[in-house]
């Protein structure tokens, strides 16, 4: 292995470029050395970003040691490439690896390669929501890390335990484990693989459970220790985090820059987390009210291969396009796993349509899940969006002075988190819940406060989201329902009125049903009349 020497040196100082070209200028004959030369190119090329390249040599040096006998490395040959063949997104190509690499090491399962199979089983179980597949999996990687004294091992388990423990509502066990990764990490003790690996995921957990202070300290450690080993991907993964805590954060415009930079930095080396920066960039966009950039980037993540719905239905509420909105959260939901916590990322916007829709019974359901979900998990992140989405549906079904003291408590939880986008929205909310009970004085503050924030953090609103009427709506119509009422009184059918706000006949039909409700009447003519004497509709209309 002494041809090899140049090359390990470089390694170990993690001068990726020059142990790629020390290893590539090398032709050796020995058919392991030769292996060992694949895997040292495959295994720079990966840190440098050039995952096809290193696929090439990885393949390569998983022939090369099957042929010399030697499984366990062919093993971990495999793993690697079951690993690059999912960043690029080629799931069948993937799974063939992982086949070859229980194949080469299920006979072997006291090494170091044997842990590193483990652990991407346990990762792909979690995937998949079989937690106690994924739980039983990960504690046999780390009892055989702690046996070998694998330090990575040992850390690469912690943290895959610990989003698996939390995911199952064992939230401060979890974290616990994520800590006890973490400490290797900051001591130094990990690789630069498994160090990127435990941060990432630590960062993760926090945003899932909006931890954002904690995401915000442990943000800045991995900014430093990605600054310190610049190679391809860890640092595009760690911007797309920092983009979320900035955008959580109120510092939307800096959030849309390292968003922007991640999605260049991982075009080259990891398409699924490239499409994940496109997306968070469309998002951020979105609620900075620059909704055709917006749409740009939105159709990128999607051309990748990204999930975008959420922000894309949100996009189109915000053009008005409320069918086509109710009909991608419709798919999101449908194809939500049983996880908890990604079903809390989905459900409130899920109700917040359903209400635009006027579908209050579909709303309720989400929010009642989301208020299940919120009181397994007891974070005050998660409390504070399902009281949002508790308040909007109140609201909706007229029930105003209830509203108020549920969007209160959820206001008063945002401001403490430090959330501004969440605190101003809950305030125009909570406007309109004052208005529509008759607090005119109220409504306008509130409307004020919110204006001030949403210019603070630089969102760009249409002004009558945040200048609202102060006026009390009559019958505790909403503003969508008084326009369907205002045009079912000049006359129009269901259909016509349907045509004229782009929405559906059925969710028209909804509405209608929801105004007579309120009303407390039962015919069209009924609910003219209190639409002609509370001015809603103009007799000449």
Not at 30 to 57: H, M, N, V
Request: glycine share 8%; net charge negative; aromatic share 6%.
């Amino acid at each position: 292995m002494g041809a090899l020497d140049a090359a390990y040196a470089a390694r170990e100082r993690y001068e990726w470029q020059s142990c790629h070209d020390e290893a590539a200028a090398l032709s050796l004959g020995d058919e392991l050395d030769e292996a060992e030369r694949f895997s040292l190119i495959g295994e720079a090329a990966w840190w440098l970003g050039r995952l096809d390249d290193s696929i090439e040599a990885r393949q390569a040096a998983y022939r090369g040691f099957e042929d010399a006998g030697d499984m366990r490395r062919a093993g971990y040959c495999a793993v690697w490439l079951y690993e690059s063949n999912a960043q690029r997104a080629r799931p069948a190509i993937a799974s063939a690896w992982l086949m070859r690499a229980r194949r080469a090491l299920d006979t072997d399962d006291s090494c170091v390669e044997h842990g590193a199979l483990l652990m991407r089983e346990a990762e792909l179980a979690h995937g998949e929501g079989r937690l106690s597949d994924a739980t039983d999996l990960a504690e046999r990687a780390l009892a055989l890390g702690r046996k070998l004294g694998s330090a990575d091992l040992e850390a690469e388990a912690l943290q895959t335990l610990g989003r698996v423990l939390i995911d199952a509502g064992q939230t401060k066990v979890g974290l616990a484990h994520l800590d006890e990764a973490m400490l290797f990490a900051v001591e130094g003790r990990l690789g630069p693989y498994s160090t990127g690996k435990v941060y990432c995921s630590l960062i993760s957990a926090c945003e899932d459970l909006g931890d954002w202070r904690r995401a915000a300290d442990w943000t800045e450690a991995t900014t430093q220790w990605a600054r310190a080993h610049p190679f391809a991907i860890f640092p595009g993964i760690c911007r797309v985090h920092r983009a979320v805590v900035l955008d959580r954060g109120g510092a939307m415009a800096a959030a849309e820059r390292e968003a922007s930079q991640a999605c260049d930095e991982l075009l080259a080396s990891h398409i699924p987390n490239a499409a994940a920066a496109f997306a968070e960039v469309g998002d951020i966009r979105r609620r900075l009210g620059d909704l055709v950039r917006a749409e740009e980037a939105f159709s990128r993540a999607e051309e990748l291969g990204g999930r975008t719905c959420t922000g894309t239905a949100l996009l189109r509420l915000s053009q008005n396009r409320l069918d086509e909105a109710s009909r991608i959260i419709a798919g999101c939901v449908a194809e939500l796993s049983p996880n908890r916590l990604a079903r809390a990322r989905v459900l409130p916007i899920a109700a917040q349509i359903a209400i635009a829709a006027g579908d209050l019974d579909l709303a309720k359901m989400h929010v009642t899940e989301l208020d299940a979900i919120a009181d397994a998990f007891e974070t005050p992140h998660l409390r504070a969006v399902a009281m949002l989405a508790r308040g909007r549906l109140q609201l909706a079904e007229g029930g105003a002075v209830t509203a108020q003291g549920t969007l209160l408590r959820a206001h008063a939880l945002w401001h403490e988190l430090g959330i501004p986008y969440e605190a101003a929205t809950t305030k125009t909310v909570l406007a309109v819940a004052q208005r529509d009970a008759g607090d005119a004085a109220g409504a306008q503050e509130s409307f004020a406060a919110a204006r001030a924030l949403f210019e603070e953090i630089g969102v760009r609103l249409d002004q009558s989201e945040v200048d609202g009427d102060s006026r009390r709506l009559p019958g505790g119509l909403s503003e969508r329902e008084a326009e369907v009422l205002r045009l079912v009184a000049s006359g129009l059918s269901n259909k016509e009125v349907a045509a004229q706000l782009h929405l559906s006949a059925k969710t028209v039909s909804r509405h209608v049903s929801n105004i007579f409700t309120k009303l407390g009447v039962s015919s069209r003519v009924a609910a003219s009349a209190f639409a002609f004497a509370n001015k809603i509709a103009n007799p000449q209309d």
